[in-house]
């Protein structure tokens, strides 16, 4: 089971409560970046959590602000790298990833369209295929079924969102979560987006040493808060935490 610890970045350029030092930004982020991989991670996700409210696609200055940290978190790690961007901007995600050398993304929205608080997340697939084909290389894509903090609006069936999303948009894995950060996400539905879409499926919210067997078929785990001090999403990363979860993991 690949174990993938995230990188919440605090507001950034152009962010309702950016504080206006890009510096420590990169700093609070490589030393998360660093305790994560001293804890034993095997892949790492760097987020523009902090964003919020966020903007369903991002500005310039954001990507060009996450393609400097995720450039120094890069250097400061020997294990893979990710990017997330919120809300809804994988495009942006997958041309920072190809840039820097990232391995992988996540994507909140692929395929269908939700409800969200930021207004309606329509599909990015083909746009984010484009530039990868644009660059010549590909980065694999984690996609959200039903992400959390958004209502579907497509009256499909999870089987159904799961098969398109493995199969026409090709999306190279799947990511389940709960209805919110931190949330549990449901066991069941995870063995059922498995069984449907034929990918590898990633418990993406709400995962703990307490909780994780109940997950024993996923192929992966995306963990943020609990690795987090205190357990609170926003506190830096506490090695010991990540210590724990991945040994109770091997």
Known sequence: MEVIGVVHLPPLPSSPQWNG?????????????KALEIGGVDSILVENYGDYPYRIRVDPL??????????EVLYSVNVNVGVSLLRNSAPEA????????ANFVRSNQWCWTSDAPEGLLQPVAREGIEVMRVFGKKVRVIADVRVKHAS?????????????????????????SG????????PEEAKLVKRCSGKPVYVASGVTPWNVDKYEEADGVIVGTYFKEGGVT??????????KFVNRVR
């Open 21 to 33: 030092d890009l510096e420590e930004v990169i700093r609070r982020a490589v030393r998360d970046a």
């Open 234 to 243: 926003t506190n830096p990363v506490d090695v010991e935490r990540v210590r």
């Open 62 to 71: 954001t990507v060009a602000a996450v393609t400097r940290v995720t450039t």
């Open 179 to 186: 209805s919110a950060t931190g949330e549990e996400a449901d």
């Open 152 to 176: 579907p609006i497509s009256g499909r069936s999870v089987c159904d969102e799961a098969r398109d999303l493995g199969g026409r948009c090709m999306a190279d894995a799947l990511a389940v």
């Open 94 to 101: 997958i041309a920072i990833a190809l840039v820097t050398g």
